[in-house]
């Protein structure tokens, strides 16, 4: 395959970017599309030129490392995949590929296509945890949680915190980050000790550190690769709105 | 800052504002186009002039009619400034996005749909309220409400705007309403389906009940 690349290229966070165009020649339609960029790297090194910075880690979407926002969506064109599993496959030869960083404020560029989460990190250190000692696991019959409430945790548990939610939503707002890792821990016994504080303080975190609100588009679920449900925005709302009335 | 304006004033207050007043706006314009569809019953506006004496003398009406402009106030206000702040969360935009892979032009439009509602809103008080609150046309007998509906909506262009304005209203409440749950936490596998169902036919229905009215008027189906 050959492809037409339009990559966004930027020093650091201070400097102006630039859409920079690559061609690529020989691209096999079972590469990644991080593979593809290995290819294009390699080239660019070894005509002494600055290879493109992107983040990546365990290359096989569990680590929600992956961040590019390709021709308009985040992780591409494919549904609940992240962009290392996104193959060539999904494009044809010939093909001009637009390829930009997760764009937010909360989100600034570190070089190229890679962007700084660590919002994200604080979100989660202002209450998206369990302090309580919980001890040893214990015999799986003392401690009843209903099947329903298990299986919404463990489906708000899978959110890799990617922030292609950030990157899909028109308001860069991080609402089903945030609702996930409260839900995860709100449905289960172990959370309840906190529930209330973690509420009020990761929505709180979740404002300073510059998301904005959401407009109920649903564009995040659609592009989450996990497929995070709306229904833990719901549960984040329900949340909040207890905490900050029962609250002391 | 007290707890009531650090949560109403956080990203998730702001949205329950938003919810909650365009829930009463959603109440208000049922009552609105019950009224008004006394129109069709075809008796000359005697029962619409009727219904709009009631409410325009009732004591509770005019109280009510306070929290209404409040309502619609706040929602306007509340809703700019989500605008602006959610706007500067992206201060560099992408060069390519493809809204129409993850959700409705609608949803992603409520800001420009009520801002035209908004334009709609002014021209439409200019046209019936201010005419009936701030003039005595109606007050000393020299014309009633309908036939002021009936001069107004001889004319093509006032028609038109009506009719946009209807669009404008249907788009806005096929996400606003069911949208308005969600941000209170309403969501739930059971009803949230009702809900949808029920927004997806109150946003159809009562705008095209509302654009029913400058067009029949100005067609002479209604006389």
Redesign the interface.
């Known amino acids: 395959m050959n492809l037409s690349l339009?990559v966004w290229r930027q020093k650091n966070a201070n400097s102006e970017?630039k859409?920079q165009q690559y061609d690529v020649q020989g691209i096999s339609e079972d590469m990644s599309f991080l593979e593809m960029f290995d290819v294009l790297n390699e080239r660019l090194i070894n005509e002494g030129e600055s290879p493109v910075a992107f983040d990546h880690d365990c290359r096989e979407g569990i680590c929600g490392m992956c961040s590019m926002?390709i021709?308009?969506?985040p992780h591409g064109?494919n549904k609940g995949v992240t962009t290392c599993q996104l193959h060539m496959r999904s494009f044809k030869s010939g093909d001009t590929i637009?390829v930009?960083p997760w764009?937010?404020?909360?989100f600034p560029i570190v070089k190229d296509l890679a962007v700084n989460r660590s919002a994200f990190d604080r979100i989660i250190a202002a209450g998206g945890y369990v302090s309580v000692n919980t001890g040893n696991a214990q015999d799986a019959n003392s401690l009843p949680i209903p099947k329903d409430n298990a299986d919404d945790a463990f489906m708000a548990a899978a959110c890799i915190g990617c922030g292609a939610c950030v990157a899909?939503c028109?308001?860069?707002?991080a609402?089903l980050f945030t609702s996930a890792k409260i839900s995860q821990l709100a449905l289960l016994p172990q959370g309840q000790a906190e529930r209330t504080m973690r509420a009020e303080k990761m929505?709180?975190q979740?404002?300073v550190e510059?998301?904005?609100?959401?407009?109920?588009?649903?564009?995040c679920e659609?592009?989450c690769p996990k497929g995070i449900s709306?229904?833990n925005?719901?549960?984040?709302?329900?949340e909040?709105?207890g905490a900050?009335l029962s609250s002391k | 800052m007290s707890w009531v304006t650090k949560t109403l004033s956080s990203s998730l207050g702001k949205k329950l504002i938003m919810a909650v007043t365009g829930l009463s706006l959603i109440a208000f314009l049922l009552v609105h186009c019950g009224i008004n569809a006394c129109i069709f019953l075809n008796d000359g506006g005697h029962t619409f002039n009727e219904a709009a004496e009631f409410m325009a003398n009732n004591l509770f009406i005019r109280v009510t009619e306070v929290g209404l402009m409040a309502g619609f106030i706040i929602h306007i206000v509340d809703g700019l400034m989500l605008w602006k702040s959610n706007t500067d969360k992206r201060p560099v935009k992408y060069a390519v996005v493809k809204g129409e892979a993850n959700s409705t032009w609608y949803s992603r439009s409520m800001g420009l749909l009520g801002s035209l509602l908004l334009i709609f809103l002014v021209i439409h008080l200019r046209h019936f309220w201010v005419v009936s609150r701030f003039t005595d046309v109606i007050t000393s007998g020299e014309k009633t409400l309908f036939q002021e509906m009936t001069e107004v909506f001889a004319n093509p262009i006032p028609v038109v705007i009506y009719v946009l304005g209807c669009i404008s209203l249907a788009y806005h409440l096929l996400h606003g309403f069911q949208s308005a749950f969600q941000t209170m936490g309403w969501n739930h596998p059971k009803y949230t389906p009702f809900i949808k169902s029920v927004g997806a036919g109150f946003s159809i229905l009562i705008p095209l009940i509302f654009a029913a009215m400058p067009i029949a008027m100005y067609l002479g189906w209604i006389a």
């Open positions: 339009k970017g859409f926002y021709n308009g969506e064109p637009t930009e764009r937010a404020k909360a899909a028109k308001n860069a707002s609402m929505v709180a979740m404002d510059g998301f904005g609100a959401c407009t109920n588009t649903g564009a659609a592009e709306l229904e925005i719901a549960r984040m709302n329900r909040y709105y900050v």
